[in-house]
C-alpha cells in the first residue's frame, strides 16, 4: 500500500495532487494538522458562546450580511446556506476535476483558520480514498465568494443530501443511499461548517493544477512533432543556435531549441545548408521564440498554482487570540488570471503545429513532397482533410481563448460587484487543451509520413524514434483509408504521455 499522503495544508505539491487527482494517492489528516483544526475550532464555539458577530457564523451571507442570526438559528444557518448555494447545473464535472477540488478544500481547512471540526476533514479524505466521487455540475460559479455552487454540491454528498457519480461515471446515485452502503454517517453541521466548505477556491485550482500537468506534456508532444517536421521540410538548423537565444536575453528560447537540437542530433535532412537557399517559414525558424513564450506562459502559471495548492482561501479566518478577519482570499482572480494565460499559450502550439500541417502538404512549400503526401495525387487525396480537421480546432480555439476574466457581472445585490469568472475559463481551457492534442495529433500522424518518404535520407534520432513510435500503431499510408482511428489513437497514446515517454527512453530531451 502506498505512504499516505499528508494533507496538512502546508506541503501539497503538484505531483501529490495529480496522484490523487487522477490516480489512486491515498490521504491522511497528520496528527499536528488536526491539533490546529481543533484549536481554530474552539475560537468559533467561543465566539458562538459569546453572541458575537462573526460573519458567516451569526450573520447570514453576502448581501445579507448585516442580519445577525441568534445561536440558536446559527446551525441551521450552515445547512441552509448549503441547500440554497446547490444551484449548479450543465453536465457533471469530470472524475479528476472534482477529486482534485476535494483534495483541495479538505488540504485548505487542514491548515487551521477555518473553524471546522476535524471530522469535516476526516469525511473529504474518506470519499478520497474510497473513490467515491460526488455529482457537482459543471455551471454556477463565478469564481468569487468562493467556487459557491460547485462546493455546495459537494457539501451535500457530505450531509447525505446530493448525489455521487454511480461506477465508471454512470448516472447519479442519490448521496443518501451511498453513503448508507458504504456504512458511513452523514455529516451533521455545525457553526461555520457549511461557510468554510463553500467559500473556496477549490475548483479553479484544481482546474489550474490539472491544465498546468496538461500543457507541460502538450509542450513535449509539440517540440518532438515540431523537431519531425523540422527533418521532413529539410529545415536549416542555424535557426536553433544558442547564441540567438544569448543576445535575446531569454534562457527559455535557449533551452527549447537545446531540446530540439537534441531531437534532430545525426540528421541528414535538416543538416547546415552549405548553399544560400533562402530562409525557412516561421513556423521553423521562430520555433524556440515562440514554443519558449509557451515555456514562459508555464511558468507563469506554476508559480501561482503552487502557492494555490496550500492556501487558506474562505472567510472569515481565524487567527491565535479567537481573532476572526474577514477579507477576500476567496476571489479567484490570480487563478482565473493564469487559466486566461494558459488559454493562449495553448493556442499557440494549436496554431503554430497547423500551419506546419499545411505546409508539408502543400506542393508549392513541402520542398518536392507528393500533394498532400498523397500515394497517387488525384485518386488519391492523402492527408487533405485532416489538415481540415486541424484548422477547424484551431478556429475552434480562437473563439474560447477570449479572456473569461476580461469581465465581470456583479452578483448578491453589488455586494460581490467584481467576480473572477474563473470557473469558465477552466472549462474553456479543457476544451482548448483537447483540441490542441488533437491538433498535434494530425501532426505526428503526417510529419511522420512526410519523413518516412524522405527516406532513405534520415531524419535526426529524436525524429527517427518518433516514426517509429507512430508506425508500432499507425500504418504507413499507401492508399486512402479512413484517418479517424489513426488519430484517435495518437491522440489517446499523446493524453497517456506514452509517445512522449517512448521518444524520450531512447532521445533525451
Known amino acids: 500500500m502506498p505512504e499516505p499522503i499528508p494533507v496538512d495544508g502546508r506541503s501539497l505539491t503538484l505531483g501529490q495532487f495529480l496522484a490523487v487527482a487522477r490516480g489512486h494517492g491515498v490521504v491522511a489528516l497528520p ?43 446559527s446551525r441551521e444557518l450552515q445547512i441552509s446556506l448549503v441547500r440554497s448555494h446547490s444551484s449548479g447545473t450543465g453536465p457533471a464535472l469530470p472524475t479528476d476535476v472534482v477529486r482534485g477540488l476535494m483534495l483541495l478544500r479538505a488540504n485548505s481547512l487542514a491548515r487551521g483558520h477555518s473553524g471546522v471540526r476535524p471530522e469535516v476533514v476526516d469525511h473529504l479524505l474518506e470519499l478520497l480514498n474510497r473513490r467515491l466521487v460526488p455529482w457537482i455540475p459543471e455551471q454556477g460559479s463565478v469564481g468569487a465568494s468562493g467556487d459557491l455552487a460547485p462546493l455546495a454540491h459537494l457539501a451535500m454528498t457530505l450531509v447525505g443530501e446530493g448525489a455521487f457519480l454511480g461506477p465508471a461515471g454512470g448516472a447519479p446515485e442519490p448521496a443518501r443511499r451511498l453513503l448508507d452502503r458504504e456504512g458511513i454517517a452523514p455529516l451533521e453541521l455545525v457553526e461555520k461548517e457549511g461557510v468554510a466548505l463553500l467559500n473556496g477556491t477549490a475548483l479553479m485550482a484544481s482546474y489550474l493544477a490539472l491544465a498546468v500537468a496538461d500543457l507541460r506534456s502538450l509542450l513535449d508532444a509539440a517540440l518532438i512533432a515540431a523537431a519531425v517536421s523540422f527533418d521532413a521540410l529539410e529545415g536549416n538548423p542555424e535557426s536553433l543556435d544558442d547564441r540567438l537565444g544569448e543576445i535575446r536575453n531569454f534562457p527559455e528560447h535557449r533551452a527549447v531549441a537545446a531540446s530540439l537540437r537534441a531531437l534532430l542530433a545525426g540528421s541528414v535532412l535538416s543538416a547546415p545548408h552549405t548553399t544560400w537557399t533562402g530562409q525557412d517559414a516561421y513556423t521553423l525558424r521562430c520555433l524556440p521564440q515562440v514554443l519558449g513564450s509557451v515555456e514562459l506562459g508555464l511558468q507563469f502559471a506554476e508559480k501561482i498554482v503552487g502557492r494555490e495548492l496550500n492556501a487558506v482561501t474562505d472567510n472569515p479566518v481565524v487567527f491565535d487570540g479567537d481573532e476572526f478577519v474577514s477579507g477576500g482570499n476567496f476571489h479567484g482572480q490570480p487563478l482565473a488570471l493564469a487559466l486566461d494565460t494558459l488559454a493562449l499559450t495553448t493556442q499557440y502550439l494549436a496554431a503554430f503545429s497547423e500551419r506546419r500541417v499545411s505546409r508539408l502538404l502543400h506542393p508549392a512549400l513541402n520542398h518536392g513532397l507528393p500533394a498532400f503526401l498523397a500515394p497517387d495525387p488525384g485518386v488519391s487525396s492523402g492527408f487533405m482533410v485532416p489538415q481540415y480537421l486541424a484548422a477547424a480546432l484551431v478556429n475552434e480555439n480562437v473563439t474560447l481563448v477570449h479572456p473569461a476574466s476580461a469581465s465581470s457581472l456583479p452578483t448578491s445585490a453589488d455586494q460581490e460587484d467584481y467576480v473572477s469568472m474563473g470557473p469558465w475559463a477552466g472549462v474553456k481551457l479543457r476544451r482548448i487543451l483537447e483540441n490542441t492534442r488533437r491538433v498535434l495529433a494530425v501532426e505526428w500522424i503526417v510529419s511522420c509520413q512526410a519523413l518516412e518518404l524522405r527516406h532513405p535520407r534520415t531524419g535526426g534520432r529524436g525524429s527517427e524514434a518518433a516514426l517509429t513510435a507512430v508506425r508500432s500503431r499507425v500504418a504507413s499510408w499507401t492508399h486512402d483509408r479512413s484517418p479517424a482511428p489513426d488519430l484517435a489513437r495518437i491522440t489517446e497514446d499523446l493524453a497517456s504521455g506514452v509517445l512522449v515517454r517512448e521518444v524520450r527512453d531512447r532521445v533525451p530531451f
Open 31 to 73: 496528527a499536528e494538522a488536526r491539533t490546529r483544526i481543533g484549536a481554530s475550532r474552539g475560537a468559533v464555539e467561543r465566539a458562538v458562546a459569546a453572541n458575537r458577530a462573526v460573519y458567516g457564523v451569526t450573520t447570514g451571507f453576502g448581501g445579507l450580511s448585516h442580519k445577525l442570526i441568534t445561536a440558536a438559528q
